[in-house]
């Protein structure tokens, strides 16, 4: 066998590995606002009810890593009270939730990327969603590669105040109400006030 030949042969492995690590890349993270913008308008066009939160379900599922945030939401000693059984339904009812409280809103907006900034564990993505001509607000979202869009966001914020804190409250409230019974916890996410 020739040396180049040879060399090719060992060269072979490496490339293709080059080339399926490229291909996994995530798209700029960017691309994370056009498909959330695109999904707020396909859910803005479906009909109320029940067609709506399956539509808003699948855009929480694609674009949300649910189960982290439901634990962010819980909190570490919430979570632990829960156990494996009470983590599948919390995570649930945080789906759920996320579904119910989208269906809720009005029509879509348009955002506006102001920056980006690259984390440990993935990057933030600040944009200015424009709702009606006077009413603008500052989301954040905390993006971490995966998920059918490359992107999915652990929390956001609108205004400073995060999604996971908010439903944290609400969730601590009800589970220190029952004197720390778990499933208090899980009832107080599906049926806390809806978000702002």
């Not at 778990?182 to 809806?194: C, D, V």
């Amino acid at each position: 066998m020739k040396p180049a030949m040879r060399h090719a042969g060992i060269l072979a492995p490496f490339l293709a590995c080059m080339a399926s690590a490229v291909a996994a890349e995530p798209p700029p993270v960017e691309s994370f606002l056009l498909r959330s913008e695109a999904g707020w308008r396909e859910i803005a066009a479906t009909p109320p009810g029940a067609p709506r939160i399956a539509a808003c379900d699948t855009q929480a599922e694609a674009s949300f890593d649910i189960p982290l945030l439901a634990h962010a939401v819980a909190g570490d000693f919430i979570w632990l009270k829960l156990g494996d059984d009470g983590h599948a339904r919390f995570t649930a009812a945080l789906r759920e939730r996320l579904a119910r409280d989208c269906a809720r809103r009005r029509g879509p907006g348009t955002l506006t990327l102001l920056r980006t900034h690259q984390r440990a564990d993935g990057f933030s993505v600040t944009a200015r969603l424009s709702v009606a001509e006077t009413e603008e607000r500052t989301l954040v979202w905390r993006l971490r590669p995966g998920g059918p869009w490359g992107w999915r966001a652990s929390d956001v914020s609108a205004d400073g105040v995060s999604l996971s804190s908010v439903l944290h409250e609400q969730v601590r409230a009800a589970f220190d109400t029952a004197e720390g019974n778990a499933e208090a916890a899980i009832a107080g996410l599906a049926h806390g006030a809806p978000l702002p």
